[in-house]
């Protein structure tokens, strides 16, 4: 099984800089602001032009993960409008007032979804994981959870997304870990049965937003992903008789 590599691109260019430094697909968000929102219809088309790669379009209207009856409607009609500009998927997740998974609304919100969309680290401010967990298998379509294991990052929940991993069968297939990742997580996420990464200010110069996607700093995350995928997929040799 080979490593997936994700970037968050804003824009064409950024497409094209991530898909030649290796990404296997693609999260649009309009702005980075409260961690990623919606972007206009009309960007969706132009990034989804500008690539081979999937695109997966961030679905978020606001700070926080909560949402109403009226701001539904309105991310229905962008689930519409995304599909016909060339989105692959959408990048989803929202909580009820008790920070758990609001099952309802997000299935209303990917009923005329197609299946393959990832519901975003909204899952890591749930005031039970394990019982956000449960609720994630529910929800039709979803075949990706991007997440840190804590609301902080990575640094603080890697030992968290290790332990799911290894436990639970259907977390380490939708697990994508992101979050404040860094190279030196990639190995012992992949020992535990992760195969998928998620990276947005690593794949930029000095960190940041204002910088269009390296293709180079991708590249190297390439390379990294598909080291350690390929060695711990390799069978051990044999012992000498």
Known sequence: MSGLLEVIVRHGADAERAEAGGADRLELAGSMEHGGLSPEPALVGQVCAATSLPVRVMLR????FGTDGGEVVRLKGLVTAYAAEGAAGLVLGFLNGHTE???????????????GWTFHRAVDSCISTDRAWRELRQ???????????????????????????RTDGFARRTIMAGGGLLPEHVPWLVRAGVRAFHIGTPARPLG????YVDPELVRTWRSLVDEQVAGADTPAAAPTP
């Open 61 to 64: 209207l606001r700070e926080g």
């Open 101 to 115: 998974v609001d099952v309802g609304v997000v299935t209303e919100v990917v009923a005329d979804a197609a299946p």
């Open 139 to 165: 929800l039709p379509g979803l075949d990706q959870v991007l997440t840190a294991g804590s609301a902080r990052g990575v640094a603080e929940g890697l030992d968290e997304l290790v332990r799911r991993a």
């Open 208 to 211: 940041s937003w204002k910088a």
